[in-house]
């Protein structure tokens, strides 16, 4: 699926791949190396100067003096506007063109609606949630998610990855979801 002009399964894939081969050996540090190469492969696809990729310890964004906005990752077209004083350029957020949370907690369903409402607020273009695999459960989280999408806007992703502690070379790959018509569409499955 592409949504301004980015293929997302295509991103996911590279950033999964890259991911889940790293050697990191604690979740948290994998879960951390995730947003990493998502963030990257975001910043690949929007790499000018009118453009912003915003995650936690990217050091990337100098001008704004801060390396996550908001979300797990935010993409954002900006502007510049002079200082009061100096007139020396500032930048300002002019559109937010992605909204990236996810929540790798798979047993407080609280933590996944409380990660998932994020979206709600954020109103941009494209959003993404990211969740893990559930076995189960995984069509209740799916549910669970609907309830909330439809206070949502733009395009609006689901995606289930396995948990960092799962990450093996026999990993399963990641499984895509948009929302159109009220209900989640497989974007893995031909249409």
Same mark, same amino acid.
């Given at each position: 699926?592409?949504?301004? !002009?980015?293929?997302?399964? #295509? &991103?996911?894939?590279?950033?999964?791949?890259?991911?889940?081969?790293?050697?990191?050996?604690?979740?948290? =540090?994998?879960?951390? #190396?995730?947003?990493?190469? &998502?963030?990257?492969?975001?910043?690949?696809?929007?790499?000018?100067?009118?453009?912003?990729?915003?995650?936690?310890?990217?050091?990337?964004?100098?001008?704004?003096?801060?390396?996550?906005?908001?979300?797990?990752? *935010?993409?954002?077209?900006?502007?510049?506007?002079?200082?009061?004083?100096?007139?020396?350029?500032?930048?300002?957020?002019?559109? *937010?063109? +992605?909204?990236?949370?996810?929540?790798?907690? !798979?047993?407080?369903?609280?933590?996944?609606?409380?990660?998932?409402?994020?979206?709600?607020?954020?109103?941009?273009?494209?959003? &993404?949630?990211?969740?893990?695999?559930?076995? !189960?459960?995984?069509?209740?989280?799916?549910? &669970?998610? *609907?309830?909330?999408?439809?206070?949502? !806007?733009?395009?609006?992703?689901?995606?289930?990855?396995?948990?960092?502690?799962? +990450? *093996?070379?026999?990993?399963? =790959?990641?499984?895509?979801?948009?929302?159109?018509?009220?209900? +989640?569409?497989?974007? +893995?499955?031909?249409?």
């Amino acid at each position: 699926m592409t949504d301004g !002009n980015i293929n997302i399964k #295509a &991103l996911i894939q590279k950033a999964w791949e890259e991911a889940s081969s790293s050697h990191t050996q604690t979740h948290k =540090d994998r879960a951390k #190396a995730w947003i990493e190469c &998502l963030g990257k492969g975001f910043r690949e696809h929007y790499p000018n100067e009118n453009h912003r990729v915003f995650w936690r310890d990217n050091s990337c964004n100098s001008d704004f003096e801060l390396s996550e906005l908001l979300f797990d990752i *935010s993409v954002c077209q900006i502007g510049w506007v002079p200082s009061i004083a100096q007139e020396k350029p500032l930048p300002y957020i002019a559109k *937010s063109l +992605w909204q990236v949370e996810s929540e790798f907690d !798979n047993k407080n369903s609280r933590e996944i609606t409380k990660d998932f409402s994020k979206l709600v607020m954020g109103r941009s273009e494209n959003q &993404l949630f990211i969740s893990t695999y559930q076995g !189960n459960r995984q069509e209740q989280v799916k549910d &669970l998610c *609907s309830c909330i999408a439809r206070f949502c !806007n733009g395009n609006l992703y689901l995606c289930f990855v396995e948990h960092p502690k799962m +990450w *093996s070379s026999a990993s399963q =790959d990641p499984q895509l979801f948009k929302w159109e018509e009220n209900d +989640w569409r497989d974007e +893995w499955e031909p249409h």
